[in-house]
């Protein structure tokens, strides 16, 4: 079991900046993925970005390529989501996934393990 919890959520102006926390317990085998995902309301959840917990590559999504920067902090079992210059279209509730091995895939249906989530709201 990986037990996965999100924070750093909350309302932001457009063009400011936000850092998400996923601190992971439970089993913390370094042959993990993990992933940034995002839902809005009425939309499906949308990948957002990922690495690989062993070697740190990443994959992003376009939409947020240039913007959102995912890092990790092996002491603290926690990763992170560096997002800049925000958008009222980045508003959604954001959550952090991890799935065994090492593909780095954007389907939320391979993904294995959730957080609650934590809620972003950019406002115009």
């Known amino acids: 079991q990986v037990q996965l919890v999100e924070s750093g959520g909350g309302l932001v102006q457009a063009g400011g900046s936000l850092r998400l926390s996923c601190a992971v317990s439970?089993?913390?085998?370094?042959?993990?993925?993990k992933a940034w995902f995002r839902q809005a309301p009425g939309k499906e959840r949308e990948f957002i970005g990922g690495?690989?917990?062993?070697?740190?590559?990443?994959l992003y999504a376009d939409s947020v390529k240039g913007r959102f920067t995912i890092s990790k902090d092996n002491a603290k079992n926690t990763m992170y989501l560096q997002m800049n210059s925000l958008k009222p279209e980045d508003t959604a509730v954001y959550y952090c996934a991890s799935k065994l091995g090492v593909l780095l895939t954007p389907r939320a249906h391979e993904y294995d393990y959730w957080g609650q989530g934590t809620q972003v709201t950019v406002s115009s």
């Open positions: 690495l690989r917990w062993s070697g740190g590559n990443t």
């Open positions: 439970g089993r913390t085998s370094a042959n993990y993925v």
